[in-house]
């Protein structure tokens, strides 16, 4: 049986703290897509940790971490995290289970990343230039290397050869920056990623879930973000929703039950790329200041927004989302009123679809007004505690998408969340 947590809007809904917090209910967590791009928050003994290849379930000592053939893994991203972790007494060697199949990416993929987003200009994707999109490429390219090619002994011939046809590509750019610092980096991290448990990732999972082990996938970036269903081009390089865990860990699609969409309590975009509901003013402003709106994996400003629910049905709807997690009401409290986009007019035309290139043409939201609580609600433990504001707000989104909001997150730390 497998359960997915995973992001319904532009990613960092709050994933990793979602996850951390039912982690302990699972034998195995896993990554099933997405690489060091994701940045996945979770507080341990109330010390801030930033997660980006290594699944979420980490601090949980019950619990193995897989991290899924679907991923992209940088193997010197994975050797300064390993060090992150173990200085929280967490063994890797015991606990972290990575697929002979998930690519990796090379120091040239970097390279690449920089290079394209730089000749794009102004049309740049704002890519966390870790390298995602060219090793993405490599993998449909049928070119890549893969972490089972390691323990082969012709891997430096694979490696010097893909090396060579990324030089070309490089030099097509003009890019000629030094990455040898990156590749000892990478030579040196390959030998640790070696110590590491490599094994068959699909036959590893369904022996476990044919054991009656629990296993919850762990979604990176958000379902907007989805190479086929997101804001195309201003996407990333992967299958972000939950069709992506059958392909991204080899599940057959009977085994998955519950598909728990986390969304933040209003919206936010980190990147370029169309975003109906970004407010350009001040209200935009507080939002990002209350929220701490800053890039986890790059530090930077994201773009803040009121809720979009023409977006959050699309992603219901993709996902088959059975449940909500609502993140970062708190952040809520210190406003007088609040918006919910309900549909979007487009050349004066009312619309509730997502359309097939929002740049195309200016999208007007169109937005229903809510009473904000305006009282202080991050230290609230019972759904009977929470304003009546709150819960008039929660009752609108469940009726909009016919899913419920079943958790409420309060505030960064564990023990902040609540059962509605
Ligand atoms: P992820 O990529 O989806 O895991 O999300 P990020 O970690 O990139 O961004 C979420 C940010 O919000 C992190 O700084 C979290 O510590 C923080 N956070 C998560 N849930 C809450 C919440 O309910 N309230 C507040 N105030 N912060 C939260
Ligand atoms: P988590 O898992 C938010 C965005 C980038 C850029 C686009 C493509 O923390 O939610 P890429 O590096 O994949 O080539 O970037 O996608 N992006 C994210 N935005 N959260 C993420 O991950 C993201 N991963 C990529 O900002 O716009
Ligand atoms: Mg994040």
Not at 181 to 199: C, D, G, P, R, T
Not at 224 to 236: A, E, K, N, R, S
């Amino acid at each position: 049986m497998v359960d997915v947590i995973l992001g319904l809007q532009w990613g960092d809904e709050g994933k990793g703290k979602i996850v951390d917090y039912f982690a302990s209910q699972y034998d195995i967590i896993a990554r099933f897509q997405g690489g060091p791009n994701a940045g996945h928050t979770l507080y341990v003994e109330d010390k801030k940790i930033v997660l980006h290849q290594i699944p979420s379930g980490v601090f949980h000592q019950q619990a193995i971490n897989l991290i899924g053939n679907g991923v992209v893994l940088d193997p010197g991203t994975l050797r300064r995290e390993a060090d992150t972790v173990s200085a929280f007494g967490v063994d890797l060697k015991k606990n972290l289970f990575i697929s002979e199949r998930t690519h990796l990416i090379l120091p040239t993929h970097r390279a690449l990343d920089k290079a394209a987003e730089g000749a794009k200009g102004e049309g740049k994707i704002g890519s966390t230039l870790k390298g995602i999109g060219p090793a993405y490429m490599d993998k449909t390219g049928r070119n890549g290397l893969r972490v089972g090619d390691l323990l082969h002994k012709g891997f430096i011939a694979q490696y010097i050869k893909l090396r060579l046809k990324h030089q070309k590509l490089l030099d097509n750019y003009n890019f000629n920056e030094d990455i040898s610092a990156w590749e000892e980096e990478f030579f040196e991290s390959i030998e640790f990623l070696k110590s590491l448990n490599i094994v068959n990732g699909e036959y590893f999972l369904n022996q476990k879930i044919s054991e009656g082990k629990k296993v919850l996938a762990e979604g990176a970036q958000g379902s907007m973000l989805d190479i086929d269903f997101g804001t195309f081009p201003f996407v990333t390089s992967s299958n972000t929703i939950s069709a992506g865990v059958c392909n991204g860990l080899g599940v057959a699609p009977q085994k998955i039950r519950e598909v728990i969409g986390v969304s933040k309590a209003y919206c936010t975009r980190v990147g370029g790329g169309p975003f109906p509901t970004e407010l350009h003013d001040e209200v935009g402003e507080k939002l990002r200041k209350v929220g701490s709106e800053f890039g986890a994996t790059t530090g930077r400003p994201r773009r803040c927004g009121w809720m979009d629910m023409v977006a959050l049905q699309y992603a219901c709807m993709l996902n088959g989302v059975t449940q909500i997690v609502m993140t970062k009401a708190d952040v809520l409290d210190a406003f007088e009123e609040l918006q919910i986009c309900t549909s979007y007019k487009i050349n004066d035309k009312e619309i509730s679809e997502i359309p097939f290139q929002m740049a195309h043409a200016p999208i007007e939201p169109q937005y229903k007004s809510f009473k904000g609580w305006n009282k202080e609600t991050s230290s609230i433990k019972t759904h009977e505690e929470l304003p009546v504001e709150m819960k008039d707000y929660i009752q609108f989104i469940n009726a909009a998408l016919g899913v419920e909001v079943k958790y409420v997150s309060n505030g960064p730390g564990r023990d902040q969340i609540i059962k509605v």
